[in-house]
């Protein structure tokens, strides 16, 4: 599946908006903002239809994916957004994520606790808001629901890190030790990062990490850095690949990675981190810039391109 | 005193889904309990009418079935005492109330995230290592250089 899709269902006392457009989605937040009522509406629509007095607008089918039965009911499903909520056990379960590689379907999971088997984005956890005015919240009326990103980091303009962190230990730690030097060290996977930043707590810290596929991770090492005040920036582009394809040495389409929710097939790619790499790869084979996840070729370390790498990238991350 | 074990637990009296274990056994007195009309105030921002009516400002009149999951987690938490219930079926927002239920009994939770339970200190043990702390640097530390989550 592909595509980015609007979802707004509403009752008359509820009213909800959301957009989808990778194939897995995450709603976190504070108790009693909605995410249950959300979820009960989309179950009780697709029970009673329009008898169900709730409205469901959406170009794809919506349905509520519950224990029971889940994998013969999920192998059923195809080309439809389906909605988890945190009671279903299975979640966190290996056999789940099997069946989301490859999926024709979006996810949108309701979960608090991360799930570590699922590479998802970190610009995909979302909490409910409330945004309804006084009236209608005092007159028990329709409440407003727009979602509102998580996790969305300040970048000093002072800041200057002692420690360069990347969570790649191949081509991405290759091309940033070039650029920050010895200060770069790799933490050798995502699962490390934390570990690595730890270690180095009482230095300022860049960690550059695939944003794309960082979402169960994210959460803790906010809470860290949060708790210990560590002066530390997450740099989370999409991927290391991604900035490659952004930066124009080679011809990409400018919606390749501005939409890519037009080319991300959730049948071919559990993330968009796999499609950049993946792109990257067949458009460059046989040129110049043939690219290798693993080693980083020598067209990659020339000072043409990784000027031009570095003009995609945030200024105040760039060493004085 | 608050006991927290993080990760999956497997013991018997653990309950993943508080929120459907809620309804099947609420007692009527739960609902009007000084504490639990605070706590559905506070979290849910919903007043208790009666003991089978809530108020609530954003769905209108509904039973106690209807409050959120956070809020009947924590009731659970308050009366009942055979059981270990999941917290994470309970937002931050739910932090304070955790912290004062354990004020009055020992209170044994399972959390899969990090929760905040504030800048005060407090007592807290993470049974997984039979350690107390007192901060939420030293909570978060412990959890993750555990690998508890």
Redesign the interface.
Not at chain 1, 185 to 212: E, F, H, M
Not at chain 2, 50 to 74: C, H, M, N, W, Y
């Given at each position: 599946m592909t595509g980015k899709y609007n979802i707004e269902v509403y009752n008359n006392?509820?009213h909800y908006f959301l957009t989808v457009k990778r194939n897995i989605t995450i709603l976190q937040?504070?108790?009693?903002?909605?995410k249950?009522?959300l979820l009960r509406l989309i179950s009780d629509h697709e029970t009673n239809g329009v008898s169900s007095g709730i409205t469901l607008l959406c170009d794809k089918r919506c349905t509520v994916l519950t224990p029971v039965d889940w994998e013969l009911r999920l192998s059923g499903l195809e080309s439809s957004i389906v909605f988890i909520d945190?009671?279903a056990?299975f979640i966190?379960s290996k056999r789940f994520a099997e069946l989301v590689k490859g999926s024709d379907n979006y996810f949108v999971i309701v979960?608090?606790?991360?799930l570590s088997q699922l590479p998802y984005s970190i610009e995909e956890i979302y909490g409910l808001k409330?945004v309804s005015d006084n009236q209608k919240?005092?007159s028990?009326r329709r409440?407003y629901n727009e979602m509102y990103k998580l996790y969305d980091f300040n970048i000093s303009k002072e800041f200057e890190p002692d420690t360069v962190l990347t969570e790649d230990s191949h081509s991405g730690y290759e091309f940033f030790k070039l650029l920050y030097g010895e200060k770069c060290i790799s933490a050798k996977g995502k699962s490390n990062v934390?570990q690595c930043i730890?270690d180095n707590s009482d230095k300022q810290i860049l960690a550059i990490v695939d944003g794309a596929a960082f979402g169960a991770e994210i959460?803790?090492i906010y809470?860290?850095l949060d708790?210990?005040q560590v002066k530390c920036i997450i740099y989370a582009p999409e991927s290391f690949e991604f900035l490659l394809l952004s930066a124009g040495f080679i011809d990409v389409p400018d919606d390749v990675t501005d939409e890519t929710w037009k080319y991300a097939d959730s049948k071919l790619y559990m993330s968009w981190e796999e499609f950049y790499t993946d792109y990257l790869i067949k458009n460059t084979y046989g040129t110049i810039y043939q690219y290798n996840k693993t080693r980083l070729a020598a067209p990659y370390k020339t000072e043409g391109i990784i000027s031009k790498v570095i003009s995609v990238m945030p200024d105040e991350l760039l060493l004085k | 005193m608050l006991r927290i074990f993080y990760g999956?637990p497997e013991s018997q009296n653990y309950i993943?889904?508080p929120?459907?274990f809620f309804n099947n056994t609420y007692e009527d007195e739960w609902i009007t309990d000084p504490l639990s009309k605070q706590m559905i105030k506070d979290?849910?921002?919903s007043d208790v009418v009666g003991p089978r009516l809530i108020d609530?400002?954003?769905?209108?009149p509904v039973p106690a079935e209807r409050l959120?999951?956070?809020?009947k987690t924590l009731m659970l938490m308050n009366f009942d005492t055979d059981h270990i219930f999941n917290a994470?079926?309970?937002?931050?927002?739910?932090a304070p109330w955790i912290l004062r239920i354990a004020q009055n009994k020992d209170l044994t939770i399972r959390l899969?995230?990090?929760m905040?339970f504030g800048k005060d200190p407090f007592d807290i043990e993470i049974v997984n290592i039979h350690k107390v702390v007192h901060?939420?640097?030293e909570?978060?530390?412990s959890v993750?250089?555990n690998r508890l989550?």
């Amino acid at each position: 599946m592909t595509g980015k899709y609007n979802i707004e269902v509403y009752n008359n006392r509820v009213h909800y908006f959301l957009t989808v457009k990778r194939n897995i989605t995450i709603l976190q937040g504070n108790s009693a903002t909605g995410k249950t009522e959300l979820l009960r509406l989309i179950s009780d629509h697709e029970t009673n239809g329009v008898s169900s007095g709730i409205t469901l607008l959406c170009d794809k089918r919506c349905t509520v994916l519950t224990p029971v039965d889940w994998e013969l009911r999920l192998s059923g499903l195809e080309s439809s957004i389906v909605f988890i909520d945190k009671t279903a056990g299975f979640i966190k379960s290996k056999r789940f994520a099997e069946l989301v590689k490859g999926s024709d379907n979006y996810f949108v999971i309701v979960t608090r606790d991360d799930l570590s088997q699922l590479p998802y984005s970190i610009e995909e956890i979302y909490g409910l808001k409330n945004v309804s005015d006084n009236q209608k919240y005092k007159s028990y009326r329709r409440i407003y629901n727009e979602m509102y990103k998580l996790y969305d980091f300040n970048i000093s303009k002072e800041f200057e890190p002692d420690t360069v962190l990347t969570e790649d230990s191949h081509s991405g730690y290759e091309f940033f030790k070039l650029l920050y030097g010895e200060k770069c060290i790799s933490a050798k996977g995502k699962s490390n990062v934390y570990q690595c930043i730890r270690d180095n707590s009482d230095k300022q810290i860049l960690a550059i990490v695939d944003g794309a596929a960082f979402g169960a991770e994210i959460g803790k090492i906010y809470r860290y850095l949060d708790s210990n005040q560590v002066k530390c920036i997450i740099y989370a582009p999409e991927s290391f690949e991604f900035l490659l394809l952004s930066a124009g040495f080679i011809d990409v389409p400018d919606d390749v990675t501005d939409e890519t929710w037009k080319y991300a097939d959730s049948k071919l790619y559990m993330s968009w981190e796999e499609f950049y790499t993946d792109y990257l790869i067949k458009n460059t084979y046989g040129t110049i810039y043939q690219y290798n996840k693993t080693r980083l070729a020598a067209p990659y370390k020339t000072e043409g391109i990784i000027s031009k790498v570095i003009s995609v990238m945030p200024d105040e991350l760039l060493l004085k | 005193m608050l006991r927290i074990f993080y990760g999956e637990p497997e013991s018997q009296n653990y309950i993943f889904n508080p929120d459907a274990f809620f309804n099947n056994t609420y007692e009527d007195e739960w609902i009007t309990d000084p504490l639990s009309k605070q706590m559905i105030k506070d979290v849910d921002g919903s007043d208790v009418v009666g003991p089978r009516l809530i108020d609530s400002p954003f769905l209108g009149p509904v039973p106690a079935e209807r409050l959120s999951g956070g809020v009947k987690t924590l009731m659970l938490m308050n009366f009942d005492t055979d059981h270990i219930f999941n917290a994470s079926a309970c937002g931050d927002n739910c932090a304070p109330w955790i912290l004062r239920i354990a004020q009055n009994k020992d209170l044994t939770i399972r959390l899969g995230y990090l929760m905040d339970f504030g800048k005060d200190p407090f007592d807290i043990e993470i049974v997984n290592i039979h350690k107390v702390v007192h901060s939420m640097k030293e909570l978060n530390e412990s959890v993750l250089d555990n690998r508890l989550i």
